[in-house]
Nanobody, 123 residues
């Protein structure tokens, strides 16, 4: 059974820091690009950060560049999002995504999601 479980969310003050974790089970973690998405109330879901399967290729939304860092530990089947200098507008449910491209899976694509963890930035 494929499973992605996020943790580390909670309440944090503006300017503070938080680290989210996402642990994968039941799939070849090291062959998947991993991403963090977020969705705030009344807003569309947006890509926050993405990291390639090897960890050497990262992408960030403009709104979080310089503040957030995505990383992964394939030995632990875990991806992280280090959130620094958080702002109230970072408040959202953060979800973990695993994407397996066709080049690894014989022409098939795979896309898995966790259930999300709430991050609230408030004083």
């Amino acid at each position: 059974q494929v499973q992605l479980v996020e943790s580390g969310g909670g309440l944090v003050q503006p300017g503070g820091s938080l680290r989210l974790s996402c642990a994968g089970r039941g799939f070849m973690f090291s062959r998947y690009a991993m991403s963090w998405y977020r969705q705030a109330p009344g807003k569309e879901r947006e890509l926050v950060a993405r990291i390639g399967s090897s960890g050497g290729d990262t992408n960030y939304a403009d709104s979080v560049k310089g503040r957030f860092t995505i990383s992964r530990d394939n030995a632990k089947n875990t991806v992280y999002l280090q959130m620094n200098s958080v702002k109230p507008e970072d408040t959202a449910v953060y979800s973990c995504n695993a994407y397996g491209s066709a080049m690894w899976f014989g022409g098939d694509e795979y896309d898995y999601w966790g259930q999300g963890t709430q991050v609230t930035v408030s004083s």
